[in-house]
């Protein structure tokens, strides 16, 4: 009895030292936990629309665990603020400098809304680059004679919209519009707003006249220059009679 009461003392002490031991094990796996390293980054204070100046009240800064950081993200708020986004930004989120271009790349071009239907907008949407077409009045008795005019080339799509004027989301087909039966009504597009140099602005600002249906885009995969024969589609009679026929430049 005696024995064994002289082991109490190192019971104890061994316990101790055990709870201790096990006390700080579970402390340093919660503040490992809890306790990451982290890294500042800016984010969108709101969500910008492609093709936005960003001002310095659209950015702030936010904590991210270090290492979930995209290696195109923006490091500063000096990598953003001043810069267009081509591309639409989510608020709260990293900025992909990808996305950024300098505003002095638009130089002088003018915002154009120009009215479509799902065919004439050639399945185009936010950020794409088009050349636009006039279309003679005589669709119905089409020959190649009254086909159309290349009025403008290069031209940057800013948003795509449907007749309410929103905004179509990017990742439904503006051409064929499908839905499955439980989505929503299709929406297809109805206005395309379009970043011009100023020279071609006149050439296609009659597309944005009520219940217009002259105006058609193509869609290119590349930037290329074909010459422009000048037309002023401000009324129909500017496309009638004497249209030359379209070169297999203008139709690609």
């Known amino acids: ?9 190192y019971l104890l002490t061994t316990a101790v030292g055990i709870g201790v031991a096990v006390g700080a094990w579970i402390y340093l796996q919660n503040y490992q936990t809890t306790h990451k390293d982290m890294v500042s980054l800016p ?8 093709y936005t100046v960003i001002a310095s009240e659209d950015v702030t800064l936010k904590e991210f665990v270090k290492g979930a950081e995209e290696p195109t993200s923006a490091r500063e708020p000096k990598d953003v603020v001043g810069y267009i986004t081509t591309a639409p930004l989510t608020k709260g989120w990293q900025i992909n400098k990808r996305v950024l271009t300098d505003k002095e790349a638009f130089g002088d071009k003018q915002v ?8 004439r907008a050639g399945g185009v949407k936010a950020g794409d680059i088009v050349d636009v077409y006039w279309l003679t009045p005589e669709q ?12 403008a080339q290069n031209a940057t799509v800013l948003k795509v919209c449907d007749e309410r004027g929103q905004p179509l989301d990017e990742t439904q087909s503006v051409v064929q519009g499908a839905v499955n039966p439980v989505a929503p009504p299709k929406r297809t597009p109805s206005v395309v707003y379009l970043l011009l140099d100023p020279a071609d602005v006149g050439k296609v600002i009659g597309g944005a006249m009520p219940k217009s249906s002259f105006i058609a885009l193509a869609k290119k995969t590349k930037w290329s ?4 024969q000048e037309v002023m589609p401000g009324a129909e009679s500017a496309t009638q009679g004497n249209a030359a026929p379209a070169t297999p430049a203008q139709t690609r």
């Open 1 to 9: 009895m005696r024995r064994l009461l002289r082991l109490v003392p």
């Open 43 to 50: 984010v969108p204070t709101r969500d910008i629309p492609a």
């Open 112 to 119: 154009v809304g120009v009215n479509v239907d799902a065919a």
């Open 140 to 151: 119905g008795a089409w020959t190649a004679s009254m086909s159309s005019r290349l009025v």
């Open 225 to 228: 220059v074909t010459p422009v």
